[in-house]
C-alpha cells in the first residue's frame, strides 16, 4: 500500500507564491520520477514540472522561470515552488510519482489534487 498526501493549494492573489509538497508513504522500496501535472476547469490535465531520482528536471513553457520542482528523498516527499502566479495557473494541482514497492514491482500513483486558485 502506498498513498500520497498533498498539501499546500489555496486561494493567492495575482504575482504571489505558494508552496505545494507531495508526501509519499507505505510500503516503498524506491521512488523514481516525481512529477506534478495541473487540470483546469474543461481542460485536459497538463505535466507541469518533472523530477527524475538523479534531480534533473523539466518545465512546461508555461510555468519556466516561474516554478521550481524540488525533492527530498530522505522525506519521500516532492515539492512545487509557484511564484509570480497568474489566473491562467488556476487548477488542480496533481503528484504523480513512480515507485517501486517492497516487492520490486513499479507502479505509478496519483495524489489527490489540490485547489490552486489566483485571483484578486
Known amino acids: 500500500q502506498v498513498q500520497l498526501v498533498e498539501s499546500g493549494g489555496g486561494l493567492v492573489q495575482p504575482g504571489g507564491s505558494l508552496r505545494l509538497s507531495c508526501a509519499a508513504s507505505g510500503s516503498i522500496f524506491s521512488i523514481y520520477a516525481m512529477n506534478w501535472y495541473r487540470q483546469a476547469p474543461g481542460k485536459q490535465r497538463e505535466l507541469v514540472a518533472a523530477i527524475t531520482n538523479g534531480g534533473t528536471t523539466n518545465y512546461a513553457n508555461s510555468v519556466k522561470g516561474r516554478f521550481t520542482i524540488s525533492r527530498d528523498n530522505a522525506k519521500s516527499t516532492v515539492y512545487l515552488q509557484m511564484n509570480s502566479l497568474k489566473a491562467e495557473d488556476t487548477a488542480v494541482y496533481y503528484c504523480?510519482?513512480?515507485?517501486?514497492?517492497?516487492?520490486?514491482?513499479?507502479?505509478?500513483?496519483w495524489g489527490q489534487g489540490t485547489q490552486v486558485t489566483v485571483s484578486s
Open positions: 504523480n510519482v513512480d515507485i517501486a514497492t517492497l516487492s520490486r514491482a513499479i507502479y505509478n500513483y
